[in-house]
């Protein structure tokens, strides 16, 4: 064994500024909730940042759920169709993955939907469900306002896409106006819900505890069960005691609340996203924006001649061109061993990269993935000491939590100092919320319809 390789005292200095310490974990906490509660409320919800959006799903599932279902997936790296049979203690699902082309994504609201409809139609076909009228949930991972379980308004767009015409509308027309302009096939749209809420629900179907759904993917949010008496927002009467909440956390930090911890390199995400200003939480957590935080790090150490001998290469010096999987492959690799770091230093162009600069590498993806452990932490922990029940489980589901090797283990021990003393939780991996999640919503309002 060779001698153990060390992090540079001057990149370990410079880095703290990304460590979240046990006391900002309790401000944030703080802060968070306070936000919350501000979503929540009527007067307070239309000048809030978090959200808090009443989602109308209001019983879990029950394992009893039957049934043939459509689901339309739109929102994180791709966009899935699916059809699912929930069947007595199994399910059997088959999907497609369909690309969504840069230029639709920031096109405009009617190609997109024609498009979603169009792949809705082929996919029908080739399943040979095309004469059916099927019920349909839809998994719209955006933040949208509901009036109902069929009826949304988009907020705004996140995350990759910037569709004209959409925002302010009814998305469950919009879908509905392009099937029926293609006039080929029908359906019978029975929900609209979030990835979050999918989550949820997929894990509630196993597991009687869950209470909270969390993706940590291309975006980061978090649902959970809140007494309906207090959101607020809820329209029309409600007899039953819970109902889901969307809480849209990724914007948590749009008034500055998080100013007490970013860095240079989360101001910069920001000014060179599509959505300067907006989820300044999301920017510094989920994966569409963890590799680029890597890579600002790595460039400005270069430039001071912390890393690769001073000597940087184009590949590195261009936006977007770290991956968030280098992150978790880099993490992966066994300690003192640098195969996958060596990897992508080729990739970027820096063969040159010795032991010493793999090191400091890793160091650096260590800080900013565990930083986002322990943003994600402070907020569960917010959720679970809100709801005050004295077990809860977390349904999670995304790339980032799926992949990176640490995350859960960062998070579990996070979250372990920050709840209230004797509650119990833990953290599950959700299986395909957002497919078998959006068939249960839509089992569970077509068994009330
Ligand atoms: C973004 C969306 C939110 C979604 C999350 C995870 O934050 O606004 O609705 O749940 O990404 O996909």
């Not at 770290?322 to 690799?333: G, L, M, P």
């Not at 959720?383 to 995304?398: A, Q, R």
Request: proline residues 2%.
């Amino acid at each position: 064994m060779g001698h153990a390789t060390c992090v540079l005292p001057a990149i370990r200095e410079q880095c703290r500024e990304l460590l979240i310490t046990d006391k900002q974990s309790r401000e944030m906490m703080t802060r968070l909730l306070h936000e919350l509660n501000q979503g929540l409320g009527k007067k307070t919800h239309d000048e809030s940042v978090v959200k808090c959006f009443v989602t109308y799903v209001q019983d879990l599932p029950n394992g009893k759920e039957r049934g043939k279902f459509l689901a339309l997936d739109l929102g994180g790296t791709n966009f899935r169709v699916l059809i699912i049979t929930l069947a007595e203690n199994h399910f059997d699902m088959q999907s497609k993955i369909y690309a969504i082309p840069q230029s639709i994504m920031v096109g405009s609201g009617t190609s997109l939907f024609d498009h979603i409809a169009e792949c809705l139609s082929n996919f029908m076909k080739e399943n040979d469900v095309y004469k059916e009228r099927l019920p349909l949930g839809f998994t719209f991972s955006f933040p949208l306002k509901q009036l109902g379980l069929t009826k949304g308004m988009l907020e705004r767009w996140t995350k990759g896409f910037k569709c004209s015409g959409v925002v302010g509308e009814d998305v469950v027309q919009l879908l509905k106006d392009a099937i029926a302009r293609r006039g080929d096939v029908q359906i019978d749209v029975c929900a609209i819900l979030n990835d979050t809420t999918g989550t949820l629900m997929s894990c509630a179907w196993k597991n009687h505890n869950c209470r909270i759904g969390l993706i940590v993917g291309t975006g980061s949010n978090a649902c959970y069960v809140e007494k309906t008496k207090n959101a607020e927002l809820f329209d029309g009467i409600s007899t039953k005691d819970d109902v889901l909440v969307n809480t849209e956390w990724g914007a948590f930090g749009d008034n500055g609340a998080l100013d007490f911890v970013r860095t240079e390199y989360d101001r910069e995400v920001d000014s060179s996203s599509i959505n300067p200003g907006k989820q300044i939480q999301e920017k510094m957590i989920s994966g569409m924006y963890m590799g680029e935080l890597v890579r600002l790090a790595l460039v400005r150490f270069t430039k001071e001649g912390l890393l690769f001998g001073g000597i940087g290469s184009d590949l590195l010096y261009r936006k977007g061109n770290f991956y968030t999987k280098y992150v978790s492959e880099i993490e992966s690799d066994k300690k003192g061993d640098y195969m996958n770091c060596r990897d992508v230093m080729d990739e970027l162009g820096l063969p040159h990269a010795t032991d010493q600069d793999c090191a400091n590498v890793r160091f650096i993806c260590e800080c900013v993935s565990m930083r986002a452990a322990h943003l994600v932490s402070a907020g569960i922990a917010t959720l679970i000491n809100k709801m005050g029940e004295p077990h809860v489980t977390v349904g999670i589901d995304g790339s980032v939590y799926r992949f990176h090797p640490h995350f859960h283990d960062l998070m579990v021990e996070r979250i372990s100092q920050l709840v209230t003393p004797g509650i119990k939780f833990d953290l599950m991996l959700s299986e395909d919320g957002s497919g078998r999640g959006a068939a249960l919503v839509a089992a569970v309002a077509c068994r009330q319809q």
